[in-house]
């Protein structure tokens, strides 16, 4: 019986090795053969109009901030089935996943933690403060069918946000119908039970427009106790006249089951308890925004939007050695609402001088209602960790734009929020930019940011604390943009640095005497480098690449922040072989990090580097056939540790699409 394993072991592998022999022969020969009649260039050249960084809409090439756009003629091609996938080709960013696709997936913006970063969904915060993460956004939930564009403000983007975007904000925005009547539909396949399926309606009506999708997803055993299963319905109607005024709603219902080994366990490789931890969310999103002029270069902004989400949690808990409970089981339901309202008054005084002011209300509740077993600590094993949380933080907002000349503009930013039981905060932001000579741009800012303590944090009847303070940070950066003519090149150069005050953490002293209790307690400082070089060596190849250096400490110890990786970068190139044909492939390279993980004392999580691949081939106008292999060479490796992540992964699927 063990010789028969091993030789279909054998015979696996060798299928493997065939396969992944004939996928790099018809890559060379894809790359190699010359292209016929094509003059698309692969990088879009367009400069967009960011609307997440600032009150003012301001072009990409004007502000200041650094900021980063993906929108879906760039990404599509890639053949993404997940948001971290196109978050971390940005130099600056880094995600992780625990494991396959049900473990939490994490955005660490600049060394930030994870609920330092506001995720928006067409302007709707996706950040659930009632969870034990402080309200970090999940990213594993989040599907790119509907998307059509990604902002990225990479900095403290408080002053336009408030709390939750203390080192950063990623504004994901859905597709708007078109002028012409349009259906899509996509089925996707491959290993460990994958499937996907998408349906989408577009299309016009006067001038009233719409577009609505429906998907689901199914992802099986791509690691050991993972499943992974969410549906997807979303839809966005506009309508404007020719004066300016513009109604837009938008809507959007997710549900999401998943299993994989519990935060801390050590992963399917260490966890001594080998039960899962099974999370079942449903999120309603909605927003209603409506714009329309007062007066000749005068315009008014009303925003409103709520989120609704309920998550149920079984968590069987995690050992430090058999029968020895470190964290104790636990099952629980949260239930959260997020009210936000928002008026804003924009001027362009004259070609000099633009401003805009507004003011803002959000309303938060939350509750949990659950028990924990506590015997481990000597108490009830029917602990209730029932709390219920309510907030309202009103807030005012003064921004301005000034350009003496063409190459100058500054930019001013300030917010005064008013919490609940708690001193007015203020927080500002400044910026420059400069350009010296013709394509060269110099840059600078330095921004404030603050976050409220979570609800979780305030309310937990074991380890919260009414006390809490709202944790702050400040941020100084500097960069420079130099494009070319030659290869329609672009490189851009940037260093930060931010320190981050009065952050949240069990207390180390009562830790020790089996008392936890969440204090106000580090100062953290992440300092580094970020590159990014983009180019057209050919019309038809396009080539980008990213680099990051970060250091990142907790003040006064030397000590590392957990898995924040020293050194990653990456490179992909894209290729139109023929007009039908096009291939994208990626490099992938991350550093080691630090971890822990409750089973081990290790702490050192080795590097390692992945590289996927991604092709799509038009049959004719209506109908697109598509594949990817994602970890292409098979790369054994880890996000955290005992956590491994999937193999070579292969998908497939066809697409089309009716006008």
Not at 141 to 166: H, N
Not at 515 to 530: A, S
Not at 569 to 588: D, E, H, K, M, N
């Amino acid at each position: 019986m063990y010789n028969t394993d091993r030789r279909l072991m054998r015979r696996k592998e060798l299928r493997k090795q065939s396969l992944l022999t004939g996928i790099n022969a018809l890559w060379c020969l894809l790359v190699l053969s010359p292209s016929a009649g094509l003059a698309e260039s692969s990088i879009e050249t367009l400069d967009p109009v960011l609307v997440t960084a600032t009150i003012l809409p301001t072009n990409q090439s004007q502000t200041p901030l650094q900021t980063k756009v993906f929108t879906r003629t760039g990404f599509d091609l890639q053949q993404p089935n997940r948001l971290g996938t196109l978050l971390q080709q940005t130099p600056g960013i880094f995600v992780d996943e625990m494991g396959g696709r049900s473990g939490l997936s994490s955005l660490y913006i600049r060394g930030s933690d994870p609920n330092y970063t506001m995720v928006l969904l067409d302007g709707v915060p996706l950040n659930d403060p009632t969870n034990q993460r402080g309200g970090s956004v999940d990213l594993s939930s989040l599907t790119p069918e509907r998307i059509e564009r990604i902002e990225i403000v990479k900095g403290p983007a408080s002053v336009f946000y408030g709390s939750d975007a203390m080192a950063g904000a990623v504004n994901i925005s859905t597709q708007t119908g078109g002028a012409k009547n349009r259906m899509v539909a996509r089925a996707e396949g491959g290993q460990w039970g994958y499937a996907r399926g998408v349906l989408q309606a577009s299309g016009a009506a006067g001038r009233f427009r719409y577009a609505g999708s429906a998907a689901v997803t199914r992802d099986d055993g791509q690691v050991t106790g993972n499943r992974f299963a969410s549906g997807t319905i979303g839809g966005h109607m506009n309508w404007s006249r020719p004066d300016s005024l513009k109604l837009e709603l938008t809507g959007q219902y997710t549900h999401t089951d998943t299993r994989s080994f519990p935060e801390g366990s050590g992963g399917p490789r260490l966890a001594i308890l080998r039960s899962t931890e099974q999370r079942r969310t449903h999120e309603v999103a909605s927003g209603f925004n409506l714009t329309f002029p007062l007066a000749p270069n005068w315009e008014h902004q009303l925003t409103a939007n709520v989120l609704h989400r309920q998550q149920k949690v079984d968590n069987p808990g995690v050992l430090s050695a058999p029968g020895m409970f470190r964290i104790p089981p636990t099952v629980f339901r949260t239930d959260f609402t997020r009210m936000r309202f928002h008026w804003t008054l924009r001027a362009s005084l004259n070609r000099l001088l633009k401003i805009a002011g507004g003011v803002q209300l959000v309303h938060e509740n939350g509750t949990r209602t659950g028990i924990q077993d506590l015997t481990v600590l000597g108490l009830s094993s029917q602990v209730a960790t029932d709390f219920e949380q309510s907030r309202a933080t009103p807030a005012g907002i003064l921004e301005t734009i000034f350009s003496p000349n063409e190459q100058v503009r500054l930019s001013a930013g300030l917010r005064v929020d008013s919490p609940e039981d708690l001193p007015l905060r203020a927080t500002p932001r400044l910026g420059v930019s400069i350009q010296p000579f013709p394509q060269t741009t110099i840059h600078g800012t330095y921004g404030q940011g603050f976050k409220l303590p979570s609800l979780n944090a305030l309310g937990d009847p074991i380890i919260g604390n009414s006390r809490l303070t709202p944790e702050s940070s400040t941020a100084w950066e500097v960069g420079i943009l130099r494009s070319s003519t030659v290869w329609d090149s672009e490189i851009r150069l940037t260093w930060f640095h931010n320190t981050f005050f009065n952050q949240i953490d069990l207390d180390p002293v009562l830790a020790k005497q089996q008392t936890f209790l969440l204090v106000n307690l580090n100062k953290v400082r992440t300092q580094g480098i970020e590159l990014n070089v983009a180019t057209n060596p050919l019309p038809d190849v396009s080539i980008q690449g990213w680099f990051t250096y970060l250091d990142a400490r907790i003040s006064g110890t030397n000590a590392p922040l957990r898995n924040r990786p020293k050194a990653s970068g990456g490179f992909a190139i894209r290729v139109r072989a023929t007009p039908a044909l096009t291939i994208r492939s990626q490099l992938q390279a991350v550093g080691t990090r630090f971890d822990l993980q409750i089973p081990t004392t290790q702490t050192r999580v080795p590097g390692y580097y992945r590289m996927d691949l991604a092709t799509t081939y038009a049959l004719n106008d209506a109908w697109n056939i598509f594949g990817a292999v994602d970890n292409l060479t098979n790369v054994k490796y880890e996000d955290f540790l005992g956590f491994s992540a999937p193999g070579t992964w292969v998908r497939f699927g066809v697409e089309g699409h009716w006008e």
